[in-house]
Every structure is written in C-alpha cells, then in structure tokens.
C-alpha cells in the first residue's frame, strides 16, 4: 500500500489553548467537521505550512477555526 501525503515531510502542526475566567475557568473549542472525529470537540489546531513560522500558524489556524482575530 502506497501513501501519499499532501503537506510536506515532516509534518509539523500547531494546536492553540485559550483560556478566558469569568466566574469559572473556560478553554476556547471548535467542533470538527471533517473526518476523523468530526462532530467531537477540539483546540484549534492544524499544518504549519513550510515557510511559516509556529507563531504564525498559531495565529492563522485560531483564525480559521474560530474567526477570533484579536485576543
């Protein structure tokens, strides 16, 4: 069985963990629409692309998760 892989190797990726207090502790989650595990919960996450840097990617993936743009 061959496997081909759509980012570059090695993949590198990024998960970003917000947290905000009000009354209680909270953490910032995305429901996942794509497979696996769509429909569970997760840290907005994704592939650092190759000239990028983990900051950015960071910065980008939460963006694209969750269209939180300044926190």
């Keep these: 069985m061959s496997v081909t892989y759509k980012y570059p190797r090695p993949a590198v990726t990024v998960d970003c963990a917000v947290f905000g207090v009000d009354e209680r502790l909270k953490v910032l989650l ?21 000239p990028e840097s983990l900051e950015a990617a960071a910065r980008r993936e939460r963006e694209e998760g969750t269209g939180l743009t300044e926190i």
């Design 30 to 50: 995305i429901e996942r629409d794509r497979e696996p595990f769509a429909g569970r919960w997760a840290l907005p996450g994704g592939f650092v692309r190759v």
